[in-house]
């Protein structure tokens, strides 16, 4: 089986930074991407990380150690706009059995 | 461009009631799947297929049936809807399987 923990909810300043993290345990790890959820509306894709490091894309960057079972969301620059849920969700063997995270809830105050 | 498109976006059943969700992508992707969110749950897979004819079971498949008979459309059927089964589903698609999913916008489904 699959066991994703990530907060359930977090609190950060507009300009600020704020990490979320992630972490599993799984059999036959094959990546874990990261999606941003606006309420009410679908999931869109934000990062996929497969080898052990950082991915850096504009304000967002995801960080993955396979060792520790362990990946983070790195937010730079908050703005109002980044209040989502984002949800980790992890690849096991081939094929999409992607399992996902409950999500953790960011409100980004002024 | 239209994507992954999802309908109805809201829908009352009754108990005991059948209905389709109807799921279509544009994008020429192999694999669709059919997941459901619920508070606290987190996204859970139903059903997923890697290409038209092949369908195959995920997390949550009971009560729901799927098929695929062609490489576009991945209807989602509910045979008898229990209150359980008040969620909201989202169908999603990749192109082989192995990449970031493209998901629908959502149906908000209640049973009564």
């Known amino acids: 089986g699959q066991n994703i923990d990530q907060p359930t909810e977090m609190t950060a300043t507009e300009g600020a930074i704020v990490q979320i993290n992630c972490t599993y345990q799984?059999?036959?790890?094959?990546?874990l991407f990261w999606y941003q959820q606006h309420a009410g509306e679908a999931p869109t894709f934000l990062s996929y990380?497969?080898?052990?490091g950082l991915e850096e894309k504009g304000r967002f960057s995801s960080f993955l150690s396979r060792s520790k079972g362990y990946s983070y969301l790195l937010l730079k620059e908050l703005q109002m706009k980044d209040s989502a849920s984002y949800l980790c969700?992890?690849?096991?063997?081939?094929?999409?059995?992607?399992?996902f995270g409950t999500g953790t809830k960011l409100q980004v105050i002024p | 461009n239209a994507g992954v498109t999802q309908t109805p976006k809201f829908q009352v059943l009754k108990t005991g009631q059948s209905m389709t969700l109807q799921c279509a992508q544009d994008?020429?992707?192999?694999?669709m799947s059919w997941y459901r969110q619920d508070p606290g749950m987190g996204l859970r897979l139903i059903h997923y297929?890697?290409?038209?004819?092949?369908?195959d079971q995920g997390e949550v498949p009971n009560g729901y049936n799927v098929s695929r008979s062609t490489t576009e459309d991945f209807p989602l059927r509910l045979l008898s809807a229990a209150p359980s089964q008040t969620s909201v589903y989202f169908c999603?698609?990749?192109?082989?399987?192995?990449?970031?999913?493209?998901f629908g916008s959502g149906t908000q489904l209640s049973v009564l």
């Open positions: 999603a698609s990749s192109p082989d399987g192995d990449e970031k999913l493209f």
């Open positions: 799984t059999s036959g790890f094959n990546g």
């Open positions: 990380n497969v080898l052990d």
């Open positions: 969700a992890v690849k096991q063997g081939g094929y999409q059995k992607v399992t």
């Open positions: 994008m020429n992707h192999e694999y």
């Open positions: 297929s890697v290409g038209a004819g092949i369908t």
